[in-house]
């Protein structure tokens, strides 16, 4: 039987803001992405995920919704979506739009609606309540971006709930005309050719309902108060309904529309990984670099999900972490081992999904407090730098204003060294980022469905991981001294040019890896 076109895909990660600027006005958009798509296709990707591109006031870059049903007009239009969806389906790419239900922007109609009277039948669709006796917000939940989640109503006595920033205020899942709307959106998106959603805060939409404080506990080892992160305030049990809902509506389409949900937890990824709820949920793996941590990550990973089939989504960014060549130490020996890790996560079973630049190997950039953007920053008082370092726009072209990206200022400086790692400066280069990458997706297809999902870890030295999966045979060095293993078959790919297989050893430079096809 055929697969899925998902299973086993690589997906690619365009940040709109930031991918490609068709009009120069120093920040990216639809039509730009439209026109780099052949680009996409060449790296050798399956689909792309195009991160919020809705009418929103950017306090969060889209991640704050005004109108689910529209474009901001600084990102282009809904015939520019078409267009979009258009081409990308005659090259054969897939396309997934950023679904956003946790919360919208307090520019949303519905929450202007609810800030307008007190009798507002709108209130009931976010989270408002009173002052505990004391004065204090209703419990002591905190927003991801720092401060209490809580923020007075403007023009009232009460307060309103934000997981977030204060202009993203929580929908009340709760309320049952908030899922009817989002079916509503999703047919919506489907309708026009969306091959599918990332899911935003994915295990979150439901709130408890009780709005209990989280308790105080000791830290059992310093004996210090703090609050019970174990405490569940999400995760609740009415979501997984509303994942099944969605899942009947996604089943109603051909071919298959996917569903992936912003979850990186694999304890969660069971929950929530189903054949009647989302299709995937994301691997990340964020561990430094250490041989026995990847791969009990990458255990950890697999063995969390349940059912013959069902493999994780791995990746190693997004646009809300450090770069992994930064992560991974910066400057060469980053690079060295993003080239690496490319080789070890595209071996495994399972789909993959790439973040914009990585095929560069762009490093997190280090802006002036004067450029940042990001929410996390200003309500952290600075204290957090935030991420606006891996959100930089995309080197394009060596040789001409900001790397190509545009003639106007971008939105975040592009820095001047960039030049050198323009798509164009690496595209003729056998030994860049980008060609390495290319050539790892398109060995990654030759193998396509003809590998088996089961993965035998080998036995090798300490420092160094190797497995196999049917013919093909995986094997990275982490240490910082190179490596020798027995292997057979012949050599498929290297991360490094310096990597050697000669009389049935394998030599592994630090910081490489390879790909082995043995004989059948
Ligand atoms: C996760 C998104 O990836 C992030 O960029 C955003 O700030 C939060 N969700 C809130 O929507």
């Not at 940040?15 to 052949?38: K, Q």
């Not at 006031?57 to 267009?83: N, S």
């Not at 991974?328 to 914009?356: E, S």
């Amino acid at each position: 039987m055929s697969q899925p076109w998902w299973r086993s895909a690589v997906f690619y990660q365009v940040y709109v803001r930031s991918f490609a600027d068709s009009n120069d006005d120093g920040v990216g958009d639809l039509p730009g992405i439209t026109s780099r798509l052949g680009y996409l296709k060449e790296l050798g990707v399956d689909a792309l995920w195009l991160t919020p591109f809705y009418p929103s006031p950017q306090k969060d870059h889209g991640y704050d919704v005004a109108d689910y049903f529209g474009v901001e007009p600084a990102y282009g239009t809904l015939a520019d979506f078409d267009g979009l969806v258009a081409r990308a389906h005659e090259l054969r790419l897939k396309v997934l739009v950023d679904v956003v239900p946790n919360h919208t922007s307090d520019q949303h109609e519905w929450f202007k609606a609810a800030l307008s009277s007190p009798d507002s039948p709108f209130r009931d669709r976010y989270h408002f309540a009173d002052s505990k006796p004391d004065g204090s917000p209703p419990n002591n939940w905190t927003s991801s971006f720092g401060g209490p989640a809580w923020s007075r109503e403007p023009g009232g006595d009460g307060w309103y709930l934000h997981l977030f920033a204060p202009e993203q205020p929580d929908l009340n899942w709760w309320n049952p005309e908030v899922p009817t709307e989002f079916e509503r959106i999703l047919k919506f998106w489907l309708d026009r050719g969306a091959d599918g959603f990332r899911i935003d805060v994915a295990s979150a939409l439901f709130k408890r309902q009780d709005l209990a404080d989280r308790p105080v506990i000791h830290d059992p080892v310093y004996g210090a108060p703090r609050l019970d992160s174990a405490f569940a305030i999400v995760d609740q049990p009415q979501l997984h309904d509303v994942y099944r809902g969605w899942r009947r509506l996604a089943n109603g389409y051909e071919p298959d529309r996917v569903l992936v949900g912003e979850i990186f937890e694999p304890r969660r990824h069971a929950k929530y990984i189903l054949p009647d709820q989302l299709h995937m949920a994301f691997a990340l793996i964020h561990q430094p670099w250490d041989a026995a941590l990847w791969r009990r990550s990458i255990e950890a990973n697999r063995g969390a999900l349940q059912g013959p089939g069902t493999e994780p989504t791995w990746t190693l960014a997004n646009h809300d972490v450090v770069r992994p060549v930064t992560r991974l130490a910066g400057g060469a020996v980053g690079r060295a081992r993003a080239r690496a890790a490319l080789l070890l996560l595209l071996g495994l079973p399972g789909q993959v999904f790439l973040y914009q630049g990585e095929e560069l190997g762009l490093e997190e950039v280090n802006l002036p407090d004067s450029a940042r953007q990001d929410p996390i920053f200003f309500r952290s008082e600075g204290r957090q730098a935030g991420r606006d370092g891996c959100r930089v726009p995309m080197p394009w072209h060596r040789g001409r204003p900001h790397a190509g990206f545009s003639t106007a200022d971008p939105w975040l400086p592009v820095p001047v060294g960039w030049d050198s790692l323009a798509v164009d400066a690496q595209a003729g280069n056998g030994e860049s980022m980008l060609s390495h990458f290319r050539r790892a997706l398109a060995a990654r297809k030759r193998l396509g469905a003809g590998l088996s999902d089961r993965l035998e870890w080998s036995r090798s030295a300490e420092g160094v991981l190797a497995y196999t999966r049917g013919r093909l045979a995986v094997a990275c060095n982490f240490r910082s001294r190179p490596a020798k293993l027995e292997a057979n078959g012949v050599l498929g790919l290297a991360s490094d040019p310096l990597v050697s297989l000669r009389s049935g050893v394998l030599s592994l430079p630090p910081n490489s890896a390879a790909w082995l096809m043995r004989r059948r």
